[in-house]
């Protein structure tokens, strides 16, 4: 029984983990970034030189222990064979190859696998592109979280700015459309909203008002929460 997940998908920068994790944090969940475990796998193959074929990067996926720390300094440090490398998977060049990893069958059946084992265990909160339809396609609670890809462009630009690094705004606009693109049209599991999830478009709401509007829905939704 999967009573106490709560699905969070979506595209890039609709606010995903911001709100996944406040939600986690409320309800006193686990909170399971998806998407750092790609990045993890992307940022091994530059590392380690991997070939980008599907065969390699499956063996890499497989050899790779990944672990969140969540008392580690600023909290949910993700470890790679036990090295933090929580800052070096959101370089851009690691946002840029993610896509292409994430696509592979066998990288995503290995993550899946560790996901479901996750899940299994403690109640969570997931967010990713896949959760809804193929982690936890029997989860009670799924949210589709969305925005315009002006609004989510603009908010990535925010906080690179915000951390002194040099945005440009179009520049970001096109990576985000060209990450939906990849990330919709890739033949594994693709994002997609699953038929039972509830649509939210965060554009003008705030990440405040995303939580309240996603706590309550879970209650509604399921006994456990
Ligand atoms: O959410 P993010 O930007 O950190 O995700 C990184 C990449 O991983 C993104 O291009 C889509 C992919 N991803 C995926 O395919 N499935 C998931 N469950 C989570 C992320």
């Not at 990893?101 to 059946?109: D, I, L, Q, T």
């Not at 179009?170 to 999830?197: V, Y």
């Not at 709401?205 to 829905?217: Q, R």
Request: glycine share 6%; charged share 25%.
């Amino acid at each position: 029984m999967n009573a106490c997940i709560i699905a969070i998908d979506g595209p890039a920068g609709a606010g995903k983990s911001t709100v996944a994790r406040k939600v986690a944090e409320k309800l006193g969940y686990l909170y399971l970034d998806t998407g750092a475990m790609y990045r993890v796998i992307a940022l091994e193959s530059i590392r380690q030189s991997v070939p980008l074929t599907d065969e390699a990067l499956a063996a890499l996926a497989k050899r790779t222990s990944i672990r969140f720390d969540l008392d580690g300094p600023g909290g949910n440090r993700v470890l790679s064979n036990g090295v933090d490398v929580t800052e070096a998977i959101r370089s851009p060049e690691v946002t840029r190859l993610v896509s292409q990893v994430a696509a592979v069958p066998g990288v995503r059946a290995e993550m899946v696998a560790q996901q479901q084992q996750i899940g299994r265990q403690k109640a969570v909160v997931l967010d990713g592109r896949d959760i809804g339809t193929v982690v936890f396609p029997e989860a009670e609670v799924k949210i589709f979280l969305t925005a315009s890809v002006e609004e989510r462009a603009r908010r990535r630009w925010l906080e690179q700015t915000n951390k002194g690094q040099k945005a440009s705004l179009e520049e970001i606009s096109s990576d985000i459309a060209a990450r939906d693109l990849a990330d919709s049209t890739r033949e594994t599991s693709p994002l997609r909203q699953a038929d039972d999830a509830y649509l939210l478009d965060t554009s003008r709401l705030t990440p405040e008002e995303v939580v309240d509007a996603i706590i309550a829905y879970a209650k509604e939704h399921s006994h456990a929460v």
